[in-house]
């Protein structure tokens, strides 16, 4: 029976309020009262967390369940955004004295709340797919989930083309077969919406319900008077600009790409902090209580600023923050449309947001990420087939459940989307991993996970459990150590960056100036200091990609060589000079500039190349070229790459440029180069945690990440050597051409600039190459070159031509 939405005790609520529910959240509510699934696409500030619960709200109360039924599960990428769905949902449901327990369930729970949420239930519980998937893991599912009605899947677009989408996929497939249950699915920027149905429910009658904004989000760029640096990632030339931003509005956040720029902006505007603005720092890295503290006092308002890294991006409802800001280049436009989208948290208010570049080809990417939201232009999603080391842990989760059949739990892993295409010789190989650790490892007890019993399956040793609840997840972090200062902890810091500090060196983390002291096992100890000249920790991983749509969008404006754009003076000496020197590149053509320059007593000859197609297509593209440079009997010095620009420095003159980019580069070096690099062993390595051949955390023990790296070198060479088609040496091939590669994205490259290399031989570096010769010397110094002084030196040097012209 279709149920009215005005019987639903949500309206009755909003009425109350003065408020009214949208057309879309209406809509929803019938679709599902009719019994489909359904994908919510709406903007930021829609409605979606009121649209999507709704139904599980009415559906509780009028069919008066028992206090302890677990009813809806709700799913999301972040825990601070469980938090807030719970707080948001909790309003309604206080106020109208509803009769609904709502609770979190994260690796922030303690155990003893985790044991009673499975004694007694909580109506609605808010998770994330790991904490999901050791919920799939009990043996007691069946019980746990028998009144389930709803799952609720929060920023839904952000599971298509990730290794925790293929994790949820499966248990969602699973968890089908144990109890059916309607299916929403929420996302704020969708493109392909055939493909968030195919993810949501594998289901071709699920429905979808899309609304726009009707305004347009207030998008302007940063004025300073000071220039704008031509390199580096700095916004210390606008910080006095940023701060009077900040000083104007009540509420703002303050969004940048890595975790080590949030430290550094956050201290230095506290260094100016002469209106005692209440500012705060929030990462994912920080301790959960200090987190959960600045995530609780912004929405008390008691936090006027936070500095922040995507740990904020998705879905927080916070309707009291009247700015954002980006520092740095957005790198994806539906990103920076998430990020703009919690100033204003309404759909008929415009967010208000400024851009800030930190260099000059930053200030180009901030110009064409405002034209592409003006024109609604979204990235296409990315998706990926099923990744094997994702099921392999799979796997292991449901000989943990219960014991299964090989034929059983193969049809139901073809029902989980990504991997509809699994055959069965992939299956096979990754079920006989699980059981014995394959071919070349099994005679070694510790790989053998799973023992038969008949024609079922089951786990070999109950310690297994432990260790799997311990390492469960398909992210694998850089090898961390716990932040120890006086008698509490501040959070988790990179080891390899502990491991580049003496005693009493300085850092900063979350805020504070600490002094270093000493590694006791996993933990490092530090202590408040007063002293200056603090190393940032740099957080590896923590930068963003460019992305192709916007990549493209940058190649355009500099066709038009920055025409027709309203420039600061900075920017158009750097225009300028481009142009005097140079020229600017067309947009499917390939600009390369050669010169040479003498440090020292040395003279390099460099090569630098513009293709605007992103750091990973770039660092593979540079290490393929130096290959092929190597074949014709010329030394490399060594390149660097960013995510607009490669620069190359040789020995000698390179004559024959067009060699180096012809499309068998792909077939001739690339595998090669691959079985050289050392990449590859890292990429070998989270696949080996992921698929659990080895466990970096250990009851009472947690590897170190030297340990790790010793175990997983080891075991790739003796699976090279001896068992070259094992499963995981192919899922690291895979993995290594979409990830560590870009393979697709580097092949349309090279196809879509054959025959359309552009050579300048230059006098002198350019302006474009001018950002990458800084960051060459800064990244490979020598004797010949004291770093900050030639750096310095060379900046002036070409900025007095600049003023020259």
């Avoid at 409605?47 to 619960?53: A, D, E, Q, Y």
């Avoid at 929420?186 to 493909?195: E, P």
């Avoid at 040793?461 to 799997?468: E, F, G, H, Q, R």
């Avoid at 067009?658 to 595998?671: A, K, N, V």
Wanted: charged fraction near 25%; include cysteine; aromatic fraction near 10%.
């Amino acid at each position: 029976m279709t149920v009215k939405y005005k019987d639903n005790p949500i309206d009755k609520w909003l009425k109350k309020k003065g408020w009214f529910l949208y057309d879309h959240q209406v809509e929803v509510f019938n679709l599902i009262s009719q019994g489909y699934d359904v994908i919510l696409h709406a903007p930021t500030g829609g409605g979606k967390t009121i649209g999507g619960f709704m139904p599980s709200i009415n559906d509780f109360i009028n069919n008066k369940y028992e206090s302890n039924v677990f009813h809806t599960l709700y799913i999301s990428p972040l825990k601070a955004l469980t938090v807030d769905v719970q707080r948001n949902l909790l309003n309604p449901i206080n106020d109208l004295n509803l009769n609904i327990k709502v609770e979190t369930r994260t690796s922030d729970t303690s155990a003893y709340n985790k044991s009673k949420q499975v004694k007694k239930p909580p109506n609605f519980l808010m998770t994330t797919p790991e904490s999901f998937a050791l919920l799939m893991a009990r043996t007691d599912i069946t019980e746990l989930f028998k009144n389930l009605k709803f799952v609720i899947i929060d920023e839904l677009h952000t599971f298509f083309d990730s290794k925790r989408g293929h994790l949820l996929s499966l248990n969602l497939a699973r968890l089908r077969s144990i109890k059916p249950f309607q299916t929403i699915g929420l996302s704020a920027t969708l493109k392909d919406t055939d493909l968030a149905k195919k993810y949501l429910s594998n289901n071709e009658d699920t429905k979808l319900v899309s609304t726009y904004s009707r305004v347009s989000p207030k998008i302007t760029i940063l004025k300073s008077d000071n220039r704008i640096p031509w390199s580096g990632h700095s916004p210390r030339y606008a910080l006095s600009d940023i701060y009077l931003e900040v000083i104007k509005f009540k509420s703002s956040i303050l969004f940048v790409n890595t975790r080590a720029q949030a430290e550094i902006l956050f201290e230095s505007l506290w260094a100016i902090n002469n209106k005692n603005k209440k500012i705060a720092i929030h990462h994912g890295s920080l301790e959960k209580d200090l987190r959960k503290k600045v995530e609780r006092e912004i929405v008390e308002g008691h936090i006027e600023c936070v500095v922040a890294t995507s740990s904020l991006d998705l879905g927080l409802d916070w309707g009291n923050i009247d700015l954002v800001m980006q520092i740095g280049a957005p790198k994806g436009v539906a990103r920076l449309i998430q990020r703009i989208g919690r100033a204003n948290h309404t759909i008929n208010t415009p967010s208000r947001a400024i851009l800030v570049p930190t260099n000059c080809f930053e200030f180009v990417e901030c110009i064409a990420a405002k034209e592409c939201i003006k024109l609604n232009l979204l990235e296409d999603e990315q998706y990926s087939e099923g990744s094997l080391d994702v099921l392999a842990q799979h796997i292991v989760g449901v000989a943990i459940s219960k014991k299964f059949k090989k034929e059983e739990l193969y049809e139901q892993v073809k029902k989980a989307w990504p991997y509809r295409n699994l055959n069965e010789e992939d299956f096979e190989k990754t079920l006989s991993f699980v059981e014995n650790g394959g071919y070349s490892l099994q005679g070694y007890e510790e790989y053998s996970r799973l023992k038969r019993d008949g024609e079922y399956f089951k786990i070999k040793d109950k310690s297994l459990i432990t260790k799997y609840r311990m390492n469960v997840g398909a992210i694998v972090e850089a090898e961390m150590l716990r932040l120890r200062v006086s008698n509490r902890y501040l959070g988790n810091i990179e080891e390899w960056f502990i491991n580049g500090l003496s005693a009493g060196d300085t850092f900063i983390f979350a805020g504070k100036r600490l002094m270093f002291e000493k590694v006791v096992g996993n933990i490092a100890y530090a202590k408040i200091t007063a002293l200056d000249h603090q190393k940032i920790p740099s957080f590896k991983g923590g930068n963003l990609p460019l992305s192709t749509h916007l990549s493209k969008s940058v190649r355009k404006i500099f066709s038009k060589q920055l025409d027709g754009i309203d420039l600061p003076d900075s920017l158009k000496k750097w225009s300028k000079l481009q142009s005097k020197f140079s020229s600017f590149p067309n947009e499917n053509e390939l600009l390369v500039e050669t010169f040479k320059r003498k440090t020292g007593k040395q003279e390099k000859y460099y090569m630098a190349l513009h293709p605007f197609e992103g750091r990973n297509t770039h660092q593979t593209l540079g290490f393929l070229i130096l290959r092929r440079i190597k074949k014709l009997g010329i030394q490399p010095f060594g390149f660097v790459a960013n995510d607009y620009s490669i620069l190359f420095s040789f020995s000698q003159e390179i004559e024959d440029i067009g060699f180096l980019f012809s499309q068998d580069i792909l077939i001739e070096d690339l595998y090669e180069w691959l079985e050289e690099t050392p990449l590859i062993k890292r990429l070998f390595r989270e696949i080996a945690i992921i698929s659990g051949l080895i466990y970096k955390n250990l009851p009472g023990n947690q590897k170190t990440g030297k340990q790790v790296t010793f175990n997983t070198d080891l075991i790739y060479e003796v699976l090279r050597k001896h068992d070259p088609h094992h499963i995981l040496l192919k899922i690291t091939t895979e993995n290594a051409k979409k990830d560590l590669i870009d393979l697709d994205r580097l092949s349309n490259f090279l196809f879509r600039i054959k025959n359309k290399i552009k050579i300048n031989r230059l006098n002198r570096a350019s302006a474009l190459a001018f950002s990458l010769l800084f960051e060459y010397h800064k990244e490979t110094p020598d004797k010949n070159e004291l770093d900050n002084f030639y750096l310095e030196k060379l900046e002036k040097e070409l900025l007095e031509e600049v003023n020259a012209l």
